[in-house]
Nanobody, 125 residues
């Protein structure tokens, strides 16, 4: 019953910024941790960032630490991924996912129950 829809992707030059959104419907996500993952052609899905149900605890992949910021607005049932100082290596389809009724984020794909359709991010110069 949970539906997740990502938006905000697009084409950006290296060094630029994008803000991704993930809007949920069907149920509230206030009790669930959320994660952002990405996947490039021919590669496995990769953990990017996670956030606890309360928004207090965040976890980042080493490759994006210091450049990306994950946040959430439970009143709007939405999570965000602010991406700064984008690199060519960040090009991928970005997905959001939820751990239903799990408070803490995980870096493992199999720990997430529901997934969005993904939004394309392309970084060029």
């Amino acid at each position: 019953q949970v539906q997740l829809v990502e938006s905000g992707g697009g084409l950006v030059q290296a060094g630029g910024s994008l803000r991704l959104s993930c809007a949920a419907s069907g149920r509230t996500l206030s009790g669930s941790a959320m994660g952002w993952f990405r996947q490039s052609p021919g590669k496995e899905r990769e953990f990017v960032a996670g956030i606890s149900a309360s928004g207090v605890t965040t976890v980042y992949a080493d490759s994006v630490k210091g450049r990306f910021t994950v946040s959430r607005d439970n009143a709007k049932n939405t999570v965000y991924l602010q991406m700064n100082s984008l690199k060519r290596e960040d090009t991928a389809v970005y997905y959001c996912a939820t751990r239903t009724q799990s408070h803490l984020p995980s870096t493992k794909t199999h720990e997430y129950t529901y997934w969005g359709q993904g939004t394309q991010v392309t970084v060029s110069s």
